[in-house]
């Protein structure tokens, strides 16, 4: 029987891998695929899928912020009295947290590891065959938690994951540093994260820009200069391009109803949106 599955990662690249080695593996559907958090809750409500591999690290809600709306909204249709729709069994991301790595094993919550690797993926699907088959379609891991009855050992195991994630104090992951080291010609600056406009990739190169200097970042990657940023403020609005949301200038609206932000530095920079992004953007200014 073939497994339907969402596939939710605002990398293009790491999507077209995963779907690449889950059709090269079989038996796997993939229905959708989507681009963040609250794309991901959406794409849950409206496909049911058995199974979806789901991003740690994207803009809107990560992955943890998912689990926690997913369980939520579990939570509350039976207190309401509402028939409980099947959630998903989750299969996590992840490109840097190992820590978390060991929390998703400890908790029966699988996970892969990027880069992605053929024999992993299929042994993650191998175990989401066995559980569905052990418990019924969408009966285990957090699944339980739509039944009419909610397992306190599940809950209790899927809350201690949460608290493992959030850290020891309670804050979601690790708190991001006030400052960044950008490097400028022969000197290495600390820069407030509000000072700065965007971040741009280019040929392998992080280009950091404010409002009165650029330089660059040691960062290999925009997904580890993300871990460094404020999610409230920072968003990848492209593949190439991390903004501050606090330095748009303006939202031009551009070709086949998509969007450029200009920005507030000293070039005025426009910026693309990218198509998946645009949800986002109607949702951060309501237009």
């Given at each position: 029987?073939?497994?339907?599955?969402?596939?939710?990662d605002?990398?293009?690249?790491?999507?077209?891998?995963?779907?690449?080695?889950?059709?090269?593996?079989?038996?796997?559907?993939?229905?959708?695929?989507g681009?963040?958090?609250?794309?991901?809750?959406?794409?849950?409500?409206?496909?049911?899928?058995?199974?979806?591999?789901?991003?740690?690290?994207?803009?809107?809600?990560?992955?943890?912020?998912?689990?926690?709306?997913?369980?939520?909204?579990?939570?509350?249709?039976?207190?309401?009295?509402?028939?409980?729709?099947?959630?998903?069994?989750?299969?996590?991301?992840?490109?840097?947290?190992?820590?978390?790595?060991?929390?998703?094993d400890?908790?029966?919550?699988?996970?892969?590891?990027?880069?992605?690797?053929?024999?992993?993926?299929?042994?993650?699907?191998?175990?989401?065959?066995?559980?569905?088959?052990?418990?019924?379609?969408?009966a285990?891991?957090?699944?339980q938690?739509?039944?009419?009855?909610?397992?306190?050992?599940?809950?209790?195991?899927?809350?201690?994951?949460?608290?493992?994630?959030?850290?020891?104090?309670?804050?979601?992951?690790?708190?991001?540093?006030?400052?960044?080291?950008v490097?400028?010609?022969?000197?290495?600056?600390?820069?407030?994260?509000?000072e700065?406009?965007?971040?741009?990739?280019?040929?392998?190169?992080?280009?950091?820009v404010?409002?009165?200097?650029?330089?660059?970042?040691?960062?290999?990657t925009?997904?580890?200069?993300?871990?460094?940023?404020?999610?409230s403020?920072?968003?990848?609005?492209?593949?190439?391009f991390?903004?501050?949301?606090?330095?748009?200038r303006?939202v031009?609206?551009w070709?086949?109803?998509?969007?450029?932000?200009?920005?507030?530095d000293k070039?005025?920079?426009e910026?693309?949106?990218?198509?998946?992004?645009?949800?986002?953007?109607r949702?951060?200014f309501?237009?």
């Amino acid at each position: 029987m073939s497994i339907s599955a969402l596939i939710i990662d605002d990398e293009q690249l790491a999507r077209d891998e995963l779907k690449y080695l889950l059709d090269s593996v079989g038996g796997v559907d993939v229905v959708a695929q989507g681009t963040n958090g609250i794309e991901a809750v959406d794409l849950i409500e409206e496909h049911h899928p058995d199974l979806v591999f789901l991003d740690v690290q994207m803009p809107g809600l990560d992955g943890f912020a998912v689990i926690q709306r997913l369980m939520e909204r579990a939570k509350s249709n039976m207190i309401g009295g509402k028939e409980a729709e099947p959630l998903p069994q989750i299969v996590f991301a992840t490109a840097y947290d190992q820590y978390a790595v060991r929390a998703f094993d400890v908790n029966a919550v699988d996970y892969l590891l990027k880069p992605f690797d053929r024999t992993r993926v299929e042994q993650a699907v191998d175990r989401v065959r066995r559980r569905m088959a052990a418990g019924g379609s969408n009966a285990s891991g957090i699944g339980q938690l739509a039944e009419a009855h909610i397992d306190p050992q599940v809950e209790s195991q899927l809350d201690a994951l949460l608290r493992l994630l959030k850290g020891p104090n309670g804050a979601s992951r690790t708190p991001q540093p006030a400052k960044l080291i950008v490097q400028a010609q022969s000197r290495l600056l600390l820069v407030d994260q509000a000072e700065i406009c965007y971040a741009a990739i280019d040929e392998g190169v992080i280009r950091v820009v404010t409002q009165t200097f650029e330089g660059h970042s040691k960062c290999r990657t925009l997904e580890e200069l993300l871990e460094l940023l404020d999610p409230s403020v920072f968003w990848r609005a492209h593949r190439g391009f991390v903004v501050n949301i606090n330095h748009i200038r303006e939202v031009v609206p551009w070709f086949k109803s998509s969007y450029q932000l200009r920005m507030n530095d000293k070039r005025q920079t426009e910026i693309p949106v990218s198509r998946a992004q645009t949800k986002r953007l109607r949702e951060l200014f309501n237009l």
